[in-house]
DNA sequence: CGCGTTGCTGCAAGCGTTTACGCCCACAGA
DNA sequence: TCTGTGGGCGTAAACGCTTGCAGCAACGCG
């Protein structure tokens, strides 16, 4: 309990100098010393103070997640993925989810996280947003997923191309006209919206097929939000016969609304989503797969890396995507 | 950047001390002075240094959160209700999954987390676990979800009667043979996972029905081990009209399996499932749903409570659970 | 008027590490 | 033998706070 270096120090022989850089691995100490040394640690099961290192060396320890949701599937995920690596560091994780700026004793993270950290692993959220634009003023390593930012490493998928690819596989399958869910009204400050509906766009214009904002509607990354798209689409004049939906959980709400109309997904009218959620499997949904625990799990080595070498220069890493063909996507009938 | 406390001092024209206490809205401060003193600090941008004031206050300023799984719908979305509470607290929440123990590096959390911490949040994980027991002698406040242990706070449903009470419904519906897909060989060390048989048990015999252990299979909390399960209950002889799932997401498997073979779920086969994932809103599933947000919620409130006070008695809430019927149960046909 | 309170503040001793610096010694080259 | 070199180690000064203790007014009360 009350254990400190002196302890060990005295127990072991040696000055308390010695025993930190023994326990630390650092060169210039006999490696019979540091034996020594370990074995009186681990009998004594001595742990250092976290507090007293961190004020001795200046160095905080910890990075710093900053995520807008963290029960939501995506950013679960990802989080799984950072703390998988993490764990193997000896970097803790703080997790602090942006919360609601509009809520009472809201402390923007910049501020409540300031010389507490090493690093920021910022999780899908605009460069712009209160409390994260901050952050690039500290002067600490930064690692963006889904965006990008002038001398921060980040991450991320291809989001034109995905979308492309979706968008194209239907067109493939003789749709003409393929509607969209989307998540917010455009233009959104978060990138990847911006990029799948580029993708979607492109899709279209390179097939000479025109791009009809009535056949678009919002779904807000929620199930319920891309039944109700799904449902108001429907209910326009000459409805499409496809539509690519930006995220799964909206691809969901999509085929739910879909059957409540007497349609039947993939004979009827054809949809894919976005993300490779388990639940695409089971719900039968073509889908564009993208490797979200690998996402965090680069992230945060990236981040260790920046973490542990300040100058090293930043990377910007764009994982591969997929296509899963399942049975919601069908030939367009005639 | 090197602003330190002695900065504010000097600036305020007052001691460290002073400007520690009113910083700190310790009591003995003179309004005036306080106010001085809050404003310099805002206008130097000045944030006190962790390590400094828990080397020197002898608190952690933090929380470890032991879990299992982090991406799992139920972890999730308790980790999210815990970060909720812990964001307006002044606690750092550090997250730790507890990893598989097979690994190589794998250090167990009570090892890397000691003197780390002021507490600790145990979520669904037995008590003996390697890794989680050692926590205990740390004499540290813990409180645990979905269990309980001597000296510890705990917070969990009523699983017993939640079990019970799908199984009474199933009943009620006129089934007499009703199966269970449950989560691993019985006896395991999960506490819902045995309660929740318990309630299945004593259901179907207070009700004078036979509980037969062939109907029932293990479906590891996934989709797909539902799946599994249920389809192999469907191969058994005399199958079931309807079953019991101890989570959701196993009923949704369960589903996924009547439909491949042709049954339709409700008409067929009756399915309730337990949880309230959202998804079985979109699956019409018939569910036990948990507060699970608020169980984290609570649980965080309980530590913050027992970290202030380490002397505070022990608390064991149990939060009331709802059943929502959907188109997944039907009356039996004869 | 003396004395105990009470409220506010400052002094200074920690808290348990890390690390710059310097010492000592063994060894090699001259 | 003398000197330079470098590995191994210890000394002690930070690191930036918190807090026990003491001091000092101002005040109320007998």
Known sequence: MGMTIRDIAREAGVSTATVSRALRGLPNVDPVTREKVRQVAERLDYVVSPAASRLASGRAGSIAVITPYIARWYFARVLSGIEGVLQASDLDL?????????EVGHVP?????????DGFLVISLPTETEGVSEIFDLEQPVVLI??????????????????????QHLINLGHERIG?????????????????????RDALQDAGLPVLTDLEACGHFTIEGGERAMTTILARPNPP??????SDEMAFGALRSLRAHGLEPG????????????????????????????IGARAARMLINAVDDPNRE?????????????????????
Chains 1, 2 share one sequence.
Do not use: W
Not at 94 to 102: E, N, R, T
Not at 180 to 200: C, K, M, Q, V
Not at 281 to 288: A, K, N, P, W
């Open 241 to 246: 016969t496809a539509v690519f939906a930006m």
């Open 146 to 167: 889904d965006t990008d930012h002038d001398g921060c490493s980040s991450i991320g998928i291809d989001d034109i191309a995905g979308a492309r690819m979706a968008v």
């Open 314 to 334: 930043t990377k910007h890493d764009v994982l591969p995507l997929d296509m899963v063909v399942r049975g919601s996507t069908a030939l367009r009938r005639r």
């Open 180 to 200: 969209l869910i989307s998540g917010r009204p455009r233009p959104t400050p978060f990138r990847p919206e911006d990029n799948r509906y580029a993708g979607y």
């Open 109 to 117: 993270p910049h501020r409540k996280l300031r010389r507490r950290v």
């Open 94 to 102: 703080l997790l602090s989810s942006i919360g609601d700026p509009q």
């Open 267 to 294: 004979r009827d009218v054809s949809v894919v989503g976005f993300d490779g959620h388990e639940m695409s499997e089971h719900l039968d949904l073509t889908t564009v797969v993208q490797p979200v625990e690998e």
